[in-house]
């Protein structure tokens, strides 16, 4: 037992695709493109909403959080993973390891909350127009914003140390790229039963909870956009939320799959390529999402582009 508390301690071995050599490079230039992506379109979200004072509103406060939330993500994850698909060397310390694990589990978490919070705005701002900007004051934002996030890294104080020491006989080989809670667990070599059910707990409330939440906001969106009369006052409400529902929808269908079912029903190589999904596509369409259909955000990039030019 020593001597497996002692090799677990001296890390992990990230196999990633090293099964598929051919692949690696591929999936680097891919990678890091995106994650290239992700920062640009991401920074431009953020620096837009603080530099134009249309874009001072409650939507873009929380915008500009899942901007700052996907940067950190991919940050903390991708780049590991070029490191390790650029090179023979597939390892990661424990302390990096448990480091990822955490900051993975706890960003997911908060992403999940965030877009509870931001469906709830989008139904204040169709539902209750009138009364928006009361509902909807700063404080209430910072309010919201900091439930997202504290709920994020307290579900991940729980059950990230959990994981990592789950004992696992000396195996230190993790069929994934990332330090996923899913893949240690699978490497675990005693029974797991106690933590799935308590990771299946926890993720009621931090992703079916929200979810719901999502769902009961849109149908009552739905109900007031029907009521409405005229075309183009309809076509404005749906533009307000559709960018937003694509953004969910990306998001939930890869993470419900991920962490709501049995680990002995996980596929790797599944579960590898989804994770790639949320971890370099979604946060990387995100900010391309909101451009192109808001047109909020197209006119201060013109004006903050404009000044550039103008000053040049």
């Known amino acids: 037992m020593e001597k497996d508390n002692t090799s677990s301690f001296e890390g992990f071995?990230?196999?990633?695709?090293?099964?598929?050599?051919?692949?690696?490079?591929?999936?680097?230039?891919?990678?890091?493109?995106?994650?290239?992506?992700?920062?640009?379109?991401?920074?431009?979200?953020?620096?837009?909403?603080?530099?134009?004072?249309?874009?001072?509103?409650?939507?873009?406060?929380?915008?500009?959080?899942?901007s700052f939330l996907d940067m950190c993500f991919t940050t903390g994850s991708i780049p590991q993973m070029l490191y390790n698909l650029w090179g023979p060397d597939k390892t990661i310390s424990y302390l990096g390891c448990a480091i990822q694990l955490y900051f993975v589990l706890a960003l997911g978490g908060v992403e999940c909350v965030l877009l509870a919070v931001m469906a709830y705005d989008r139904?204040?701002?169709?539902?209750?127009?009138?009364?928006?900007?009361?509902?909807?004051?700063?404080?209430?934002?910072?309010?919201?914003?900091?439930?997202?996030?504290?709920?994020?890294?307290?579900?991940?104080?729980?059950m990230a140390p959990q994981t990592l020491m789950l004992p696992r006989c000396g195996h230190r080989r993790v069929d994934h790229f990332l330090c996923e809670m899913p893949a240690l667990i699978g490497m675990a070599c005693v029974d797991t039963m106690t933590l799935e059910t308590l990771a299946f707990a926890l993720a009621i409330f931090i992703i079916l909870a929200p979810l719901i939440l999502i769902l009961i906001s849109y149908g009552y969106i739905t109900r007031a956009v029907l009521r409405i009369k005229s075309a183009a006052g309809r076509k404005k409400a749906f533009n307000t939320c559709s960018s937003h529902l694509i953004v969910v929808s990306l998001?939930?269908?890869?993470?419900?799959?991920?962490?709501?079912?049995?680990?002995?029903?996980?596929?790797?190589?599944?579960?590898?390529?989804?994770?790639?999904?949320?971890?370099?596509?979604?946060?990387?369409?995100?900010?391309?999402?909101?451009?192109?259909?808001?047109?909020d955000v197209k006119e201060a990039m013109k004006k903050v582009l404009g000044k550039g030019g103008a000053e040049v």
Request: proline residues 5%; contains cysteine.
């Open 251 to 295: 998001f939930y269908g890869t993470i419900i799959y991920m962490y709501l079912q049995p680990a002995n029903t996980y596929s790797q190589d599944q579960g590898k390529f989804l994770t790639l999904f949320y971890t370099i596509v979604t946060p990387s369409v995100n900010p391309l999402i909101y451009t192109l259909r808001n047109k």
């Open 123 to 158: 139904y204040a701002a169709v539902c209750k127009p009138l009364h928006y900007t009361v509902i909807m004051h700063p404080r209430l934002c910072g309010q919201l914003a900091s439930v997202a996030w504290l709920s994020g890294f307290g579900n991940s104080l729980i």
């Open 13 to 66: 071995i990230l196999v990633g695709f090293s099964d598929r050599p051919h692949l690696e490079l591929v999936l680097f230039v891919v990678v890091l493109t995106f994650y290239l992506l992700t920062l640009l379109g991401n920074m431009t979200i953020i620096l837009l909403s603080a530099l134009d004072s249309r874009l001072h509103t409650p939507m873009y406060f929380f915008l500009a959080n899942l």
